[in-house]
Nanobody, 126 residues
Framework: QVQLVESGGGLVQAGGSLRLSCTVSGLPFSSVGLGWFRQAPGKEREFVSV????????WYHSSVKGRFIISRDNAKNTINLQMNNLQPVDTAMYYC???????????????????WGQGTQVTVSS
């Protein structure tokens, strides 16, 4: 059974930082792309960041470039998202995901995802 378990969410003030982690099991970790998506209440789930199978290539949504950093540790089967200078607009449930395909444009969508984690809540106060 494929499982993705997120952790690290919480409540922070604007300008603060959080580090999300996702542990993946049940599939060859280094053979798939991994990424983070987020979904705010009443809104569609959107792409945040993706890392290629060995972390050599990374993609970020324009809204988080320069603030978020994605990384992966294949030895520990984990993927991380360091989130800096958080803003209220970043408030959402953050989901770890495995990617079945890559986007040529670098703008990923849920159609690129094969497996999802259950999510971890990130709340940023003003």
């Amino acid at each position: 059974q494929v499982q993705l378990v997120e952790s690290g969410g919480g409540l922070v003030q604007a300008g603060g930082s959080l580090r999300l982690s996702c542990t993946v099991s049940g599939l060859p970790f280094s053979s798939v792309g991994l990424g983070w998506f987020r979904q705010a209440p009443g809104k569609e789930r959107e792409f945040v960041s993706v890392s290629s199978d060995h972390g050599y290539d990374t993609w970020y949504h324009s809204s988080v470039k320069g603030r978020f950093i994605i990384s992966r540790d294949n030895a520990k089967n984990t993927i991380n998202l360091q989130m800096n200078n958080l803003q209220p607009v970043d408030t959402a449930m953050y989901y770890c995901a495995t990617l079945s395909t890559y986007s040529r444009s670098g703008n990923f969508s849920t159609s690129n995802v094969r497996y999802w984690g259950q999510g971890t809540q990130v709340t940023v106060s003003s």
